[in-house]
């Protein structure tokens, strides 16, 4: 069973999607955009939390944040590689190391 955000005391869930007083959190503009009134952006946060993440999406994004590897598509991931000249997902296991797709992989 997935937790809802709302049995985190910790989280800006209660006053994103409930309408809680929480003196420590200020609007961010993403948030002001999902609605013209208070009500609106309410409404539209918690739909953002209607859908539970997978198990199998959790732990690709747990992978990628702890070990600094860049989560997204193969182009996006190929566009960062560039911009950054790094790697950003790990190398593929194995395979002929002589072989041209073999070192095209490992950039």
């Known amino acids: 069973m ?14 994103n999607a409930l309408g809680q007083t929480n003196d420590l959190i200020t609007p961010y ?6 609605g013209t ?4 952006r309410r409404a539209a ?12 999406n959790i732990s690709e994004i747990r992978e990628a944040t702890n070990k600094a590897w860049v989560l997204g598509n193969a182009e996006f991931k190929q566009d960062i590689q560039k911009r950054l000249t790094r790697r950003v997902e790990p190398a593929a296991k194995g395979g002929d190391r002589r072989s041209e797709q073999f070192k095209i ?3």
């Open 105 to 107: 992989d490992r950039v």
């Open 45 to 56: 946060y918690r739909q953002l939390f209607k859908h539970a993440i997978s198990a199998k």
């Open 2 to 15: 997935v937790a809802h955000p709302s049995e985190y005391p910790w989280s800006s869930y209660g006053y």
């Open 37 to 40: 009134t208070d009500e609106e």
């Open 29 to 34: 503009l993403e948030y002001q955009r999902l």
